[in-house]
């Protein structure tokens, strides 16, 4: 019962990071500097999965809550900074795409872009920093309380930030090269390209520092796990970017929303059976069955999600479904 | 300052932002259903332009909601991490429901809602507006059932000092849940009724063109408002019994409950003060007495016979004026009821000083002013956003705008793949 909803918890949350990623990368990409209307165009070829993306990240901290509170709280509070900076960043997000349009004049809707770029940019190091603290361990002391945020501050956390923040970035590039009009795609081929190679040596930057630091080999309990689906990252990496070479888009964007959810694949398996591995006493680290919820908990919550997450799913789909395909003339404009 | 004091003051700053949106969420979306099943019945082009422009400040309104949202469920695991430790086995399950049910539902059927004019077949759009507004009340539901548990913690028993589960048809059943459900619920009806009514009586007395779509939103908004504010008032007074009932300490003032309850928690918790601030029941007199000025809204629904409140021109300005007065009651109330279950988290089981995440001042003071400049600052500029689309009026809503159409606000041609 842990395990499904463990499942579950990874599943919503790197369900976030592959929809929410390319909202945040095509944010990012705002700050190319290229005219308004594009910038418009490229807000609302996100347009109608925009308000479906973000609350994947709502249902993945409720599942946190509900069926795993003892984590929720420790792993919240104890990566405070890093939490705050993508909290802070989801907000600007969230408000600068749904409101950049309200205002009439083109210098107010340029300053809510650069709200967005910030905003993309907070989120995307945010998280990528708050995964890093799970695999170089917490100073978790024997009361069950996490000692201090100073542990967030470490060449592996910054590299790991950074490495999220290119994936973000060329996972947004792509998404734009599968839904905007042929030509205009066409013209963002070459960049989404240097992307996704940028993206690569960030992420390999990133394996290379985290296999060199102390920390992170004392916590990783199955390193040779984490090393293979790194090196799968990459792959997946590379193998997108010469799909866009070979101009099939969809291929690409299939490989990127891959590359997207493997950092969340990695840490759990990695930390199996672990979730927050102490650095202070190893009595202290929490497994996954302790930090879940107990049985009757878990038992009413799973009833539910019996029903539910076909409805959930199934509502997803319909909305990818319904606006499937370039955007042309006949969307509506709204952000 | 310690941590304790600034986390409280940032769940306050946050719950009365969250608050003053959402319940301008909730009661628009319920008049929006009714306009856009009116449009989709009739096939009148009024009933259209009524739903884009209402639409599109609920769409406005849902921004600040959201993203206040986001805080408060993230603000539990920051700031209030020993709640989850001790607690978030029964309490996490509702906040979970919540999460999954309502507010994932409700944002993916509204993204489509808001792009699927002109694109998805009317009945399967209004459907979606149905799906937004059933959700917008499974979420109030919910959280009322997780509030209630805080007001109210049944349905648990403590095994090792923490609280699990044992008995959740108790938490469908709180008595401090009902009728303060009921209360919440037409407070948001009469928000939203009164802003449609205020908004519309703007226009009318402005002499706007649009006269026939703002005469129907006058009417609707009166009504409703009126309707809402009898049943504030009923839910309102019918709560102090239960609510009463199971939190003794909360209203203020000695009674024989209370006094054995200070007992009781002075012999399981140590000596402490555990009577809640008379800031709170202050709060609540002041409440009561706004509560019974909107209820002379009923004295506007007369004049809706022949258009008198449009022709006599004073009562629209009336309604204008009227407007800020629920947003205050809904901060008095909420305040009546967060600030009176001090000094508990869970009333009777969990202390705050025991729930508070055991962080720095310095970070938590840094988080609470952060978080209260870019709340506030944002929901500053929802506000004047919301003020000049309600000015604006009905004549072209980006809201719903045809993909052909040269979009009027747009101080350029857009591209043709925009």
């Known amino acids: ?335 | 300052m310690d941590t304790l004091l600034l986390a409280r003051l940032q769940f306050a700053t946050t719950a009365s932002v969250h608050f003053l949106f959402v319940a301008v969420t909730l009661g628009l979306v319920t008049l929006l259903v009714g306009m856009q099943t009116a449009w989709v019945v009739t096939g009148n082009q009024r009933w259209e332009r009524s739903t884009r422009f209402w639409g599109q400040l609920y769409v406005i309104n849902y921004v600040l909601g959201i993203a206040t949202g986001i805080v408060m469920e993230f603000q539990f695991g920051l700031n209030w991490s020993g709640l989850s430790r001790y607690v978030g086995n029964v309490f996490g399950a509702p906040l979970a429901i919540e999460t999954l049910v309502a507010f994932f539902l409700e944002s993916t059927f509204l993204g489509m809602w808001i792009f699927g004019w002109h694109r998805l077949r009317r009945g399967v759009h209004l459907a979606l507006l149905y799906g937004v507004a059933i959700t917008a009340y499974a979420s109030a539901f919910w959280i009322m059932v997780a509030n209630s548990w805080l007001q109210n913690p049944v349905g648990y028993e403590v095994r090792d000092g923490v609280a699990h589960l044992t008995d959740f048809s108790a938490l469908l059943t709180n008595p401090a849940l009902w009728t303060a459900l009921g209360h919440v619920v037409s407070a948001a009806l009469l928000t939203g009724g009164l802003l449609m009514a205020a908004i519309s009586a703007w226009h009318l007395s402005r002499r706007t063109p649009d006269f026939a779509l703002f005469r129907s939103s006058l009417r609707i908004g009166v009504v409703t408002a009126a309707v809402a504010i009898s049943l504030v008032q009923g839910f309102g007074f019918a709560q102090f019994g239960p609510v009463g009932g199971a939190q003794p300490t909360k209203f203020g003032g000695t009674s024989p409950q209370a006094e054995a309850l200070i007992a009781d928690w002075t012999a399981r918790f140590g000596p402490g003060d555990y009577l809640p601030p008379t800031l709170s029941s202050v709060g609540l007199g002041f409440m009561i007495l706004i509560g019974f000025t909107l209820g002379l809204l009923w004295l506007f629904v007369p004049l809706l016979w022949r258009d008198w409140i449009i022709r006599l021109r004073f009562p629209l300005w009336l309604l204008i004026l009227a407007l800020p007065l629920p947003f205050v009651a809904l901060i008095l109330g909420w305040i009546a009821r967060e600030v009176g279950r001090q000094p508990w988290v869970a009333y009777g089981l969990l202390p705050v000083d025991q729930a508070v995440s055991p962080i720095s001042p310095w970070l938590m003071g840094t988080s609470l002013v952060g978080f209260t400049l870019l709340l506030g600052a944002l929901a500053v500029t929802n506000w004047v956003l919301l003020a000049r689309h309600a000015a604006r009026g009905a004549a072209d809503p980006a809201l719903g705008r045809p993909p052909a159409q040269p979009p009027a606000d747009d101080p350029r041609p857009e591209p043709a793949f925009a």
Do not use: K
């Open chain 1, 1 to 335: 019962m842990e395990l499904a909803w463990y499942a579950l918890l990874g599943l919503f949350f790197a369900g976030y990071l592959v929809l929410g990623g390319y909202d945040y990368g095509v944010g990012l990409l705002l700050a190319r500097g290229v005219d308004a209307s594009r910038r418009r165009a490229a807000l609302n070829a996100v347009g109608p999965f925009f308000l479906g993306n973000e609350v994947w990240l709502v249902a993945a901290v409720g599942i946190l809550f509900g069926a795993f509170p003892v984590l929720e709280g420790e792993l919240l509070a104890g990566s405070y900074p890093a939490v705050l900076a993508a909290l802070v960043g989801v907000i600007l997000v969230t408000a600068g795409v749904q409101l950049r349009s309200r205002p009439e004049g083109e210098r107010a809707r340029g300053a809510w872009d650069r709200v967005i770029v910030i905003g993309s940019l907070l989120a995307a190091l945010g998280w990528g920093v708050m995964l890093a603290g799970l695999l170089q361990g917490v100073p978790l002391r024997a009361d069950g309380h996490v000692a201090g945020v100073t542990h967030l501050f470490t060449p592996f956390a910054a590299a790991t930030g950074l490495a999220v923040l290119a994936l973000t970035v060329a996972h947004g590039a792509t998404f734009l090269t599968l839904r905007m009009p042929v030509a205009e795609s066409d013209q963002l081929r070459p960049l989404a390209r240097r992307l996704l190679v940028t993206a690569a040596v960030a992420v390999s930057a990133a394996a290379v520092v985290g296999l060199s630091a102390d920390r992170v080999r004392a916590t990783a309990q199955r390193p040779a796990v984490g090393v293979l689906l790194a090196v799968l990252l990459v792959a997946a990496l590379l193998a997108a970017r010469v799909a866009l070479g070979r101009r099939r888009p969809g291929v690409a964007f299939v490989a990127t929303a891959t590359a997207l959810a493997l950092p969340v694949l990695l840490v759990g398996a990695t930390l199996w059976p672990y979730v927050l591995v102490s650095t202070l006493e190893p009595n202290a680290s929490l497994t996954v069955t302790d930090a879940a919820a107990s049985g009757p908990t878990l038992r009413l919550l799973g009833w539910l999600a019996v029903p539910l997450l076909p409805a959930l799913l199934g509502f997803q789909a319909m909305c990818w479904w319904i606006f499937r395909g370039r955007t042309d003339g006949r969307a509506p404009v709204y952000w």
